[in-house]
């Protein structure tokens, strides 16, 4: 990877932001204080369902500092970013445990939480829907009476009336009841994957104030500033010019800071108060409990096949846990089922996935969008298939991976652009995880060691018309500023794009400053920071405004030197004559315009604008899924060894490998972080992470203490990543997104490797020793 024909793209370049981060000098949005701003907190429902009597906010009234107290009566309307289904604040009835019923404004936060306890709301209980299956059932209760009823924000989105689906999406590719019928290997089972919690360092927080002139003017660690500012604009009547976003660096999202919950909350807060500046920020239990959280996920995969283990059927049932709300869960359901097959070559596919509400706090996005799930269903699967068949499972992977030439299951036709090299990923994982040696051998006295495997795929499902755009201006000095709307959230973004524009302009690093807080009265409009788009997305973009700032500086240089832009080329600094690299300018000396001895002067100051926006993405089809739902599919394989303790099922995770073909690697330090990162997140909600909900749909383990996360020790000894680079001719250097992807076949293959060792289908998450346990009571394979 170091042996790329440029100076910065390919090297792993320090990021930008490791002095400021490692220091402790970062400012994030909880950090803020000042004179006269006052605190708002939220009074949560105590039940999981229920009608609301009455909402009595006497006694808060009587609490020192309280300034304002919004019940949902004042704001009887319903929001979201797909199906307009969600009300900022309850009324009418309350849909899970921790819902915000009232909002109470005072001067000092302890007063406004102080204030909350006072609030005293009359329930009357409705029956709970706690799980998909249940919410799936004919007689089940509703969430929603009237779900086909909400405004759709989004074409693609299919709520069915008098039940709990809030969307259901199909594909339809061949005849699969024809094929299955002379499948000469068939399989069926069933998969869970746990409903949990994103866990982002740095809680949710917001600010608002509505100045004297009418400006809406929000701080937020978000991760969609624009998609704020249509929120507020769509369904609180704010003109969008009126709408000023500011976001600094975020401290971790993991999709959960996509979606928008605070802001108009907090909106509405600073409204009641005469537009003062409102601070809203959640605390861990309401970080777990209120805001968005990941769905749960239950699937029933069955595949059909050749004698000699050619794939040719599959048919995919995803019931996916929204919540209360469909917010981005809907989307998610899409998601699950444009690449249901993980990246495999089924020519007959059906595929049903619902989302499906339930008494849950509503769920969002989450690192991967739907395709850790998938890939956990798809990938155990074919690891009990291969095991049918008396094949090894890594070679029926690759007897069967998908690439160029063959169609994803909404028909997209894929190419040596668009697709990756699944069978390059295969083979350097074989080499990293040492498959040759062994896939089971005993360690020692009760003591077993286990390799398993998972292949996966994701294309960037982004809007049809998801865009970006770059600024950059250059300084007296020659040095440039880099502006754009992508947010910093930890994944390095803006790292990456400082070195994709110091390439474009054969400077260094250093010369390069990127602007890292958003504005969005001076960024130019981007999609959002999701997706693992921004790369692709805003490195267009700034490729383009890069060529657009060159043109100009040849401009100016072809005056001064009295030759034709034509022939002149930019770097080091300069701007030089390509037969003559001695006879050139200064960039400093017209970064500026140029002024003559005589005082003359031209041009003027370069300023580079670029945009890029998705093209030829088409909507699926409602009836078949047909359609091009995203630009390129990225490949990969995850491995992983672990020894297990066959007295108890307690066990350690030896070695984690991750090979991804990511297209061109711009900085391969930041992905290999992003890789490991992405794995250790994916193990840790593969091992214990999960909410326990009692019979009412209430959160039994809201806090730290109570939902355990992988820790420090406990993570792989050995972290191996490499990268295989089929570089994507669309993409800024050729370069794919790839943030997300170190998470999506973390959990495969641990219950892949768990599942040798243990001798049993481990087929629902997490695999603690205790379910692990209960499933060898159950009996063996």
Known sequence: MTNKPWSTVGKPEQRIDAVEKSTGK????????????????????????????????????????????????????????????????????????????????????????????????????????????????????????????????????????????????????????????????????????????????????????????????????????????????????????????????????????????????????????????????????????????????????????????????????????????????????????????????????????????????????????????????????????????????????????????????????????????????????????????????????NKVRAKGISTFWKTSTTATNAQAGAIIIFEADGSVNLNCAAIELGQGTKTILGQILAEKLGMDMNKVHVTMEVNTQYDPHQWRTVASSSTFLAGRAVVYAADHAIAQLKKTAAVVLQCSPDDLEVGGGRVYLKPDPTFGVDIKDISLGYTYPSGHSIEGQIVGIGKHIQRHLTPMDQQTGFGKPGPWWSVGVQAVEIELDTRDFTYSILKGVTVLDGGTIINPMTATQQMRGGMYMGLSYATSEKFVFDDQGIVQNSDLRGYPMLRYGEQPTEYHVDFIESPAIDGPFGARGIGEYGVIGAPACLANSLSIATDVELNELPLTPESIWQKKKEGTK
Not at 81 to 89: H, K, N, V, Y
Not at 349 to 376: I, K, Q
Request: glycine share 8%.
């Open 26 to 445: 970062v400012r994030y949005i909880g950090d803020y204080s000042a004179p006269g701003l006052m605190h708002a907190k939220l009074v949560k429902s105590t039940q999981a369902h229920a009608e609301i009597i009455s909402v009595d906010t006497t006694e808060a009234w009587k609490m020192p500092g309280v300034r304002a107290i919004v019940t949902g009566n004042m704001f009887p309307f319903h929001i979201g970013p797909i199906l307009a289904d969600r009300p900022p604040l309850a009324f009418e009835k309350v849909r899970y445990y921790g819902e915000p019923v009232a909002i109470i404004v005072a001067d000092h936060e302890h007063q406004a939480k102080r204030a909350t306890e006072k609030v005293k709301v009359v329930y009357e209980t409705l029956p709970i829907v706690n799980s998909v299956q249940q919410a799936f059932l004919k007689d089940a209760p509703l969430v929603h009476d009237n779900a086909e009823q909400y405004t759709k924000i989004i074409s693609d989105v299919y709520p069915k009336a008098s039940t709990n689906i809030g969307s259901h999406i199909k594909i339809r590719k061949g005849d699969f009841d024809a094929a299955w019928a002379n499948c000469e290997e068939t399989i069926t089972a069933t998969y869970s994957f746990n409903l949990s919690d994103h866990v982002a360092m740095e809680t949710r927080s917001t600010r608002v104030e509505i100045n004297p002139a009418g400006k809406v003017i929000v701080h937020s660690c978000s991760q969609s500033p624009f998609t704020i500012k249509k929120v507020l604009n769509q369904f609180f009547n704010v003109d969008v010019g009126d709408i000023l976003v500011h976001i600094p660096m975020v401290g971790g999202a993991f999709g959960g800071k996509g979606t928008v919950q605070l802001e108009p909350l907090a909106y509405l807060a600073s409204k009641a108060v005469g537009g003062k500046l409102v601070k809203l920020e959640f605390d861990r239990e309401e970080d777990m409990t209120t805001a968005p959280c990941r769905i749960g996920f239950d699937a029933t995969v069955q595949l059909g096949v050749t004698k000699e283990g050619k794939l040719v059927a599959g048919k995919y049932t995803y019931l996916l846990d929204s919540g209360a709300y469909s917010d981005q869960a809907a989307g998610i359901t899409r998601a699950a089922a444009l690449d249901c097959t993980g990246p495999y070559n089924i020519p007959n596919v059906w595929c049903d996935s619902y989302c499906m509400y339930t008494n849950h706090p509503f769920a969002t996005s989450f690192r991967g969008y739907g395709h850790p799930e998938l890939t956990f269903a798809v990938e155990r699967t074919m690891d009990q298939l291969a095991e049918k068949l008396q094949m090894d499972p890594l070679q029926f992977r690759m007897m069967n991976g998908i690439k160029p030439g063959d169609t994803t299951p909404t028909q997209t036709v894929l190419t040596a652009n668009n697709i990756g090299d699944l069978e390059k990923c295969i083979n350097r994982a074989k080499e990293l995880i040492k498959w040759d040696e062994g896939q089971k051998v005993k360690s020692g006295k």
